[in-house]
């Protein structure tokens, strides 16, 4: 069955730097869009970054965009989130999630879903 497991997630000082990373398993991974989400408590899931299955393509949401990467290995079967100068706005459960020949899907409609990993940034 379809795993995605994430991992990375941790407490930084505001203005640090945390690296999410998402290990997906029984897909095949290079057909596969990526998203990652994050959600606050009290808040609705949304979108932070996404990337094509081929990683030419890459969304960032505005609100992290110039701080926060998404990349991809295909060879490994990864994905990632760099986070850069991080405050406490970014404080979540972020989720990695996947979504078969999808481009860039910013919506909630994936079909897989990792179980997330808290991020506390302390200010």
């Known amino acids: 069955q379809v795993q995605l497991v994430e991992s990375g997630g941790g407490l930084v000082q505001a203005g640090g730097s945390l690296r999410l990373s998402c290990a997906a398993s029984?897909?095949?991974?290079?057909?596969?869009?990526m998203g990652w989400f994050r959600q606050a408590p009290g808040k609705e899931r949304e979108i932070v970054a996404a990337?094509?299955?081929?990683?030419?393509?890459?969304y960032i949401a505005d609100f992290v965009k110039g701080r926060f990467t998404i990349s991809r290995d295909n060879d490994k079967n990864m994905v990632y989130l760099q986070m850069n100068s991080l405050n406490a706005e970014d404080t979540a459960v972020y989720y990695c999630?996947?979504?078969?020949?999808?481009?860039?899907?910013?919506?909630?409609?994936?079909?897989?879903w990792g179980q997330g990993t808290q991020v506390t940034v302390s200010s």
């Open positions: 999630a996947a979504r078969a020949r999808v481009f860039l899907l910013t919506t909630t409609r994936y079909d897989y």
């Open positions: 029984g897909l095949t991974f290079s057909t596969y869009g």
């Open positions: 990337i094509s299955w081929s990683g030419g393509s890459t």
